[in-house]
């Protein structure tokens, strides 16, 4: 159930119990396709190879990390509105305390415009829209008006995350973590570009 670093966001944490033991996880990491690698220590007894173990996701830094991870795609969205639809997402990083979003842009932001950004998202968190996920072919998705970029590597198959109360407010190809209702990010705070 552990969620490995991807698109910017962190691998999950939480605990891996077996029948002598337990594993504290701290990272979970993709290091080829398929293959995922839990980076904990052991922090009772033993644990053996064989052994059936529960395997428990740290909830919290999950939920955190769901709600930071749609805000970006909040983000990406209101930066376009306000500086332009050339702005692209260059990069992020989505963890259970805060956010960065890298993104192209002719300048800097004025005050004005960093204000602006802020509260169209701040509105969306108060329009508590929907977010939904779904599966679609990489072709059809692009057809459709879903945003990818920054040289992501996609399967044929890949998963949407459109954001919407009637009308799209985001439509990303994404394959991480998310909450199911804006209304659950409380409030974002733009802090500096």
Known sequence: PFYPEGGGQVGDAGQITGPSGVIQVNDTQELMPS?????GTVTEGTITVGDTVEAIVDSVRREDTARNHTATHMLHSALRQVLGTHVRQA???VAPDKLR????HVGPMTIKEVQQVQWIVNEKVRQNAFVRKAQDSYASAIEQGALA???DKYDDEVRLVEITNGDTFSYEVCGGTHVDRTGELGSVYVLSE
């Open 35 to 39: 293959v995922i690698v839990h980076f």
């Open 149 to 151: 970029f920054f040289g």
């Open 91 to 93: 990069g992020s990083l």
């Open 101 to 104: 979003f890298d993104f192209s």
